[in-house]
């Protein structure tokens, strides 16, 4: 089962209606114990780091999360991706949750529209168990200002917009998409069939 965790921040819906058109059994739980007894999670967010971060640990799930990402996989999308890094700069420095080395920066694309919002084409850097069967020039659906700053072994998919987008993200079992697979068509729903896959 993929618990999809609900701590207030999170476009949890269009999320669940993909797993339950792939048929990937899963639930919108904000129970520790259900979190725990999950096979698979996603943390999903909307919204600005700061805040995100906050309602997280104040639900108490921050802790949670680290300590089941050791156990199982665990797939952040968005604002979710972007609270796996250690550093978010969105308003002031904030902690993230540290899964994966690196920080959130502000996108700096000089005549450029702020967000970075549509579809944009994927490069691949590395491969990894959630870019099976995913071209570079396959795309993927973004919103977001901000991306994340990492080092090259940590990126498997990036897209360009006017500097390099980091689109999906991993370390271990930890993996994060800056764009939404849930609002990418098909390519999207095969990366989520692939995350339902995983051991």
């Not at 919002?117 to 659906?141: H, T």
Request: proline share 5%; net charge negative; aromatic share 10%.
């Amino acid at each position: 089962m993929i618990g999809i965790i609900d701590y207030g921040a999170g476009n949890l819906f269009s999320l669940k209606n993909a797993l339950d058109f792939l048929g990937l059994e899963n639930k919108i739980t904000s129970s520790p114990e259900e979190i725990k007894g999950a096979d698979r999670l996603i943390l999903p967010g909307v919204g600005a780091f700061p805040d995100a971060m906050k309602m997280l640990a104040g639900s108490g799930l921050a802790e949670i999360i680290v300590d089941e990402a050791g156990k199982k996989p665990l797939l952040g999308i968005c604002l979710g991706m972007q609270m796996l890094f250690d550093w978010g700069y969105e308003f002031e420095k904030v902690r993230g949750l540290s899964l994966i080395p690196g920080e959130v920066r502000r996108i700096e694309a000089a005549g450029l529209k702020i967000p970075h919002m549509g579809w944009s084409d994927v490069k691949i850097e590395n491969k990894c168990p959630l870019s099976k069967g995913i071209a570079e020039g396959d795309r993927f659906y973004y919103v977001h200002s901000y991306r994340a700053v990492t080092e090259k072994q940590y990126i498997s998919l990036y897209s360009e917009y006017g500097e390099t987008i980091p689109g999906l993200v991993f370390k271990d079992n930890v993996y994060g998409t800056q764009f939404h697979p849930e609002k990418s068509g098909e390519v999207g729903l095969r990366l989520l069939k692939n995350f339902g896959a995983l051991e």
